[in-house]
């Protein structure tokens, strides 16, 4: 839909309106021109009449010439023809009430000027047609006072449908760009997503091989296949994951963590829901996983662990305990700077991107915990 679309009905209405009273000139010159002072001068103006009739519904038809040039000149036609009308119809017949040779055509171009730009302009049109045709009668009649009347009201009437279509083609218009937009980020989505599929399944495919090839392997190349199995769990998992529009959307944190419940993970929450934004429950959520992760890789398959959740109201609170032999001092330094970031980036950069704090206590032989404190914000 192009810009002033919705308008086009209005200028094809203004043009038959030109042309039906046209037709109502003819019918009342015929029917009043003996009484005119100069009867046969009525003829060339009808022809004008008539070429401009046609003249303007060919030329406002193409919004480009829809501007002030023809606009100025039809209402100068308008008040021309009124100009004329005293010495045509002669003064005592128009002080008898008889109507002007323009009559209902002369309001043609105060529609016009209304379309085209609002009541501000209609009404201005409307005043000086209405001027003029009071200006060329040396008596005011109750009939001359009406039309000029009835000229502004149509001139407010049309000004102001043209203000609600207006109006309505913007919003049309923004709300045909929102959806074109929304299509091509659905497309980009899908695109983003098929390419994705592509190199997921080829990595997918490379961690599968290496977990074949070396689970029968010893040492350090065993140890890699093992790592490559769950890395290839771990990412069929994601994959396989809906996704979720988290706009606005909580998830009580409870459910969460209750996942991890197996025979070797105890997890305890408090009996009323913890809700939280969804992607700060996930983030929790995925932070939990990974110190789990660590307590199996560190502690050995059959370590237990034990998890709680806490909600204080201003903070949520969770700790991950094991049973391990405990860390060394300074054993997390010492793993950062050897490149294995399990916990400076998958629990502590998780915890800090929440606005949390990460605090590790261990003691040798007495295990581990770890505790994350994130902000609860109810919305």
């Known amino acids: 839909m192009g810009p002033g679309s919705l308008q086009q009905p209005m200028w094809r209405a203004i043009a038959v309106f030109r042309f039906a009273a046209l037709a109502y000139v003819l019918v009342i010159v015929a029917r009043d021109v003996r009484d005119y002072t100069r009867p046969l001068a009525a003829l060339p103006v009808l022809v004008v009449l008539l070429g401009w009739t046609v003249a303007t519904a060919y030329a406002y038809a193409r919004p480009v010439w829809r501007r002030w040039p023809l606009l100025g000149a039809d209402l100068l036609m308008s008040v021309a023809v009124l100009v004329v009308t005293p010495w045509v119809v002669g003064r005592t017949a128009l002080n008898a009430g008889a109507p002007t040779l323009g009559v209902a055509w002369q ?49 407010l009437a049309v000004g102001h449908v043209v203000r609600l279509t207006s109006a309505a083609e913007e919003r049309w218009q923004r709300a045909v760009a929102l959806e074109a937009a929304t299509r091509e980020r659905e497309a980009a989505t899908r695109e983003r997503e098929r390419l994705a599929r592509g190199i997921h399944d080829s990595v997918l495919q490379v961690l599968a091989l290496v977990q074949r090839r070396g689970a029968h392997l010893d040492g350090e190349a065993g140890e890699l296949a093992r790592l490559a199995g769950e890395q290839e769990e771990a990412l069929r998992a994601l994959i396989a994951r809906e996704p979720a529009d988290d706009d606005g959307q909580l998830l009580d944190l409870r459910t969460l963590i209750g996942r991890y419940t197996s025979p070797l993970v105890s997890v305890a929450t408090p009996a009323t829901p913890v809700r939280l934004p969804a992607g700060t429950a996930r983030e929790i959520g995925a932070a939990v996983g990974a110190a789990l992760d660590n307590v199996e890789r560190h502690c050995g398959p059959q370590a237990r662990a034990w998890v709680l959740v806490e909600d ?61 404190t994130v902000p609860r914000l109810d919305p």
Request: glycine share 20%; no cysteine; aromatic share 0%.
């Open 107 to 155: 309001a043609g171009p105060v529609l016009t000027w209304a379309v085209s730009g609002g009541r501000r302009r209609g009404v201005v049109a409307a005043l000086v047609v209405g001027g003029a045709d009071l200006a060329v009668r040396e008596r005011l009649t109750r009939s001359s006072l009406t039309g000029t009347a009835l000229m502004l009201l149509a001139a």
């Open 312 to 372: 204080e109201g201003g903070a949520v609170i969770v700790s991950v305990r094991d049973e391990g032999p405990g860390l060394p001092p300074g054993r997390l330094d010492e793993a950062a700077g050897q490149g294995r970031l399990g916990v400076a980036q998958s629990i502590r950069g998780r915890i800090g991107d929440l606005g949390g704090t990460v605090t590790i206590t261990s003691v040798a032989g007495e295990g581990t915990e770890v505790e994350l």
